[in-house]
C-alpha cells in the first residue's frame, strides 16, 4: 500500500486504536460524538478499559491490523510504540505527543521516531489529531466544533489553535476534514493537500502555514487543485523557514517571508486570507454560492451610511460597481420611494420594511443590470430582537431576483447574524457572510478568483528543487560580476579597475568612480561612489575617496571607473535569491539610493513567464515614471524585460549562485544598461 493510500485509509478508518493512557477519555467520546461505527480499541497494559473501550496490554496483542493509531504516550515511549505498531502491520498514526523538533534535543528523537516507524506514515508529532467530519471519523485531543456537512472546506494547520477557531465559530462554515499536522516530521502539508483533493466533496481547501517546506509535492499539489478547479485559501502566519535563513545584507532583501509566501500563492493562484476571520468568510464565499465570473458587483443596502462604509471598503478591496444604466435607473424610479434615487450601491431606505411582494419589483429593477456579483449589505437584529420577517423578506427579493450572479449577504458586524438566518440564505443560494470589511474581502477574493480560474495553467506551477542552506558565501567582484553579465548578452558599462595606487585609465568622457571594498555594500551611504567625473579630475577624485574611506577605518583595495550613461530616464532595482527550501525569487523595484524608502517592491517566484514578470514590474506604484508620466521620456520597458529574463535564466541555470542585485538598472529610451551589480555565490563545499 502507498503512502497515499494510507493516508486516505487514515482519514476513513474501519479499526481504530488508542495508545495512552485515561487523558484521552474526552478525545474518544468526541470521537463517538462524530458518530464513528468502526471497531476501536485501546493499548494500556494497566488499565482494562478506558471511556468504554477494551484496552489490550501491548500493540502484538490487538486482534486486527488498525487503520490509524492514535498515540498519546510519553516522549521517551514513542519510538518504541511506533516500531511495534508498524511491525504489526498498522496503516498510519497520528502521535500527539510532544517533545520532538519543536523543543530543546528533540530533533534528534524525531529522527529516530522516523526510523522506527517505517513505511507507517505518521502524522505530527506535537499534532492535536485529525478529523473527516463528513463521514465521522475524528481523532483529535481537544473538541473542534460539531460540524455534520455533505460537503466543505478541508482545513489543513501546522497547529491546532487555527483548527480551533475555526472548526468552534458559530457561523455556518461547512468543515469538512480538520486536519492538524504538527511537525510535520513524514507528512507534509502538501501529502495531504494531495489526498484531500481526490475528495469531491471537498469544496475549497484552507491552508495555515507557519513554515513552507516541501515546494516540489506542494507546486505539484497546487498543479492539481488548478486543474480540479479547487480553490485554496492560504493564511501565512509568523516568518517562514525560507525568510528566517534568507540574507538580509542588501536590499535586494527587501521583500521578506511574508512577500515570498504571497509569490508563491499567486504563483498556485490561490487566494491569501490575513487572519481566521477572513478565512471563514471566505471559505463560505466559495462554498454557499457559484463562484463569480469577475468583479462587476451590484451592491444593495438599507442605510445611506451602509451604502457610504460599505462602498469604500468595497472599492479598497476590489470590487467594482458601475452606475446603474438607462435600463435599469427608469424601472427603478417607479420601484423605489419617491425620495431615494437610483444608483449603484442602492439604499432602498424604508423600503426594507415593506412586504415582499413590494419589494420584488426593486430587485428586479436593479438586477436588470447584470453583474457577475450581488452583494447586500444590512444587518440583522438579533435572536429574541425584533422581527425578523422583514429582513427575511428583503433577503429573499434580492436572492430571487439578482439572476446569473454570485450572490452575498455581508452582515455589517460578525457576531449579529443568526443561525436561522444564516441557514435560510444558504438554502437560497446566498452565502451568508459576517463582518463588514471580512465579508467584502471575501467576495472580493472569490471575484478575483473567478476571473482568473479558467487561465489558471497547472503545468506551470511545478516548480525545481530549491537549494539547501549553503555553508558559506563568497561575493564576487562588481568588475568579474558584469563581466559575466555581458557574456549572457546583459549590456554594461565599459570599466577599468585601478588598483589602490595605480593611475586613473585616459579616457574622453566623464566616468564614475567606485571603491572596492570588502563587505562594503551600501556605497553611497560611505561616501564611495562619484558621479560625473571629467577625465581631467579622475587621479584627485580617487585620492580623495581614498582618504574619506581611511576616515571610516576602511581601505580600497581598488577603484572601478566606468563611463557615465547618457540619457537616462528611470532606474530598477532587479533581486534574485535563492532561498533555502522554497527556490529563486525575483524582486522588482524602482532603483536608486531611496529604494528601501519607499516600500514599493514586487516579488515573483522564478522560472516566471514574461507577461507575469511585467505584470509585477507594472504593479509599482511608481511605474508611472517609466511610462511617460507628465510628459517624460518613456523608458525601454522592452529591454528591461529582456534583462530581467536573461537575468532570471542566468541565475535559475546556475545553482552555486545565492543572489544577484542590479541596483540600478539604468533605463534610457532605448536601452536597459546595468550600472551596478552584487554577486554572491556558495562556497564550493557547500552541500
Not at 183 to 193: G, P
Not at 230 to 248: D, E, F, H, L, N
Not at 389 to 416: K, Q
Request: hydrophobic content about 45%; glycine content about 8%; aromatic content about 6%.
Amino acid at each position: 500500500m502507498t503512502k497515499t493510500e494510507r493516508l486516505k485509509r487514515m482519514l476513513n478508518p474501519r479499526r481504530v486504536v488508542w495508545v495512552g493512557g485515561r487523558s484521552m477519555g474526552a478525545a474518544i467520546e468526541y470521537m463517538r460524538a462524530n458518530r464513528f461505527r468502526g471497531e476501536a480499541l485501546v493499548v494500556n497494559p494497566r488499565q482494562g478499559q478506558i471511556a468504554g473501550l477494551t484496552c489490550v496490554s501491548a500493540p502484538a496483542e490487538l486482534p486486527w491490523v488498525p487503520d490509524l493509531a492514535v498515540l498519546v504516550v510519553p516522549k521517551d515511549a514513542v519510538c518504541e510504540t511506533a516500531a511495534a505498531l508498524s511491525e504489526h502491520g498498522c496503516g498510519a498514526a497520528i502521535c500527539i505527543s510532544s517533545g520532538f523538533s519543536e523543543s530543546e534535543g528533540g530533533t534528534e528523537r524525531q529522527a529516530e521516531l522516523i526510523a522506527s516507524a517505517g513505511a507507517m506514515p505518521v502524522i505530527g508529532p506535537n499534532c492535536p489529531g485529525v478529523a473527516n467530519f463528513l463521514d465521522g471519523a475524528a481523532f483529535m485531543m481537544d473538541h473542534f466544533g460539531e460540524h455534520a456537512p455533505t460537503r466543505g472546506a478541508a482545513v489543513i494547520s501546522n497547529g491546532g489553535a487555527y483548527l480551533s477557531d475555526l472548526g468552534c465559530a458559530d457561523r455556518s462554515q461547512p468543515i469538512a476534514y480538520s486536519i492538524g499536522l504538527g511537525n510535520q516530521a513524514m507528512v507534509s502539508i502538501a501529502d495531504m493537500l494531495d489526498v484531500v483533493l481526490d475528495d469531491p466533496r471537498v469544496t475549497v481547501v484552507n491552508i495555515y502555514f507557519e513554515g513552507i517546506s516541501d515546494v516540489v509535492r506542494l507546486s505539484a499539489a497546487a498543479a492539481k487543485a488548478a486543474a480540479r478547479r479547487i480553490p485554496v485559501v492560504a493564511v501565512k502566519g509568523g516568518r517562514s523557514q525560507a525568510g528566517a535563513r534568507a540574507a538580509r545584507s542588501h536590499t535586494a532583501s527587501l521583500s521578506g517571508d511574508a512577500e515570498i509566501a504571497s509569490a508563491l500563492f499567486r504563483r498556485f493562484g490561490w487566494i491569501e486570507a490575513a487572519t481566521p476571520s477572513e478565512a471563514i468568510e471566505t471559505i463560505k464565499m466559495l462554498s454557499f454560492t457559484a463562484i463569480p465570473a469577475g468583479n462587476r458587483t451590484g451592491f444593495v443596502t438599507s442605510s445611506g451610511s451602509y451604502a457610504v462604509l460599505g462602498g469604500d471598503v468595497a472599492e479598497r478591496v476590489g470590487l467594482e460597481m458601475p452606475p446603474t444604466t438607462e435600463r435599469a435607473t427608469g424601472a427603478l424610479e417607479a420601484a423605489l420611494p419617491e425620495y431615494v434615487g437610483p444608483a449603484n450601491p442602492l439604499d432602498i431606505s424604508d423600503a426594507h420594511g415593506w412586504p415582499l411582494e413590494d419589494q420584488r419589483p426593486i430587485y428586479e429593477a436593479f438586477f436588470r443590470d447584470p453583474y457577475d456579483l450581488a452583494v447586500e449589505v444590512m444587518c440583522y437584529p438579533p435572536e429574541g430582537g425584533w422581527d425578523m420577517s422583514t429582513w427575511d423578506a428583503t433577503t429573499t427579493a434580492f436572492a430571487d431576483a439578482r439572476g446569473e450572479a454570485s450572490a452575498a449577504f455581508v452582515n455589517t458586524l460578525p457576531e449579529a447574524l443568526p443561525r436561522a438566518a444564516r441557514e435560510r440564505m444558504i438554502a437560497l443560494g446566498v452565502a451568508p457572510l459576517q463582518g463588514l470589511e471580512d465579508g467584502l474581502r471575501a467576495a472580493a477574493s472569490a471575484a478575483r478568483y473567478g476571473a482568473v480560474r479558467d487561465a489558471l495553467a497547472p503545468e506551470a506551477m511545478h516548480l525545481p528543487a530549491p537549494p539547501r542552506q549553503p555553508t558559506g558565501i563568497r561575493q564576487i567582484t562588481e568588475a568579474e560580476a558584469k563581466e559575466r553579465l555581458r557574456a549572457i548578452g546583459v549590456e554594461a558599462p565599459a570599466l577599468w579597475v585601478v588598483d589602490a595606487a595605480g593611475a586613473p585609465p585616459k579616457v574622453s568622457h566623464p566616468c564614475a568612480i567606485k571603491a572596492i571594498a570588502p563587505g562594503l555594500l551600501h556605497k553611497s551611504e560611505a561616501n564611495a561612489v562619484t558621479l560625473d567625473v571629467p577625465p581631467s579630475r579622475l587621479a584627485p577624485e580617487i585620492r580623495a575617496m581614498r582618504e574619506r574611506l581611511a576616515a571610516q577605518g576602511l581601505t580600497a583595495e581598488g577603484f572601478l571607473v566606468e563611463e557615465m550613461i547618457p540619457g537616462a530616464v528611470a532606474e530598477l532595482l532587479i533581486g534574485l535569491r535563492r532561498i533555502p527550501d522554497l527556490g529563486v525569487a525575483l524582486t522588482l523595484a524602482i532603483g536608486g539610493v531611496a529604494v528601501e524608502l519607499m516600500d514599493d517592491t514586487a516579488t515573483v517566484m522564478s522560472p516566471a513567464s514574461r507577461e507575469e514578470i511585467e505584470t509585477s514590474l507594472r504593479s509599482l506604484r511608481l511605474f508611472p515614471l517609466l511610462d511617460g508620466y507628465r510628459g517624460r521620456p518613456t523608458a525601454a520597458i522592452s529591454a528591461a524585460l529582456d534583462t530581467i529574463e536573461a537575468l532570471a535564466t542566468f541565475v535559475l541555470g546556475r545553482p552555486e549562485i545565492v543572489e544577484l542585485e542590479i541596483n540600478p538598472l539604468i533605463l534610457t529610451v532605448e536601452r536597459a544598461i546595468v550600472a551596478d551589480a552584487v554577486l554572491a555565490e556558495a562556497l564550493e563545499d557547500a552541500p
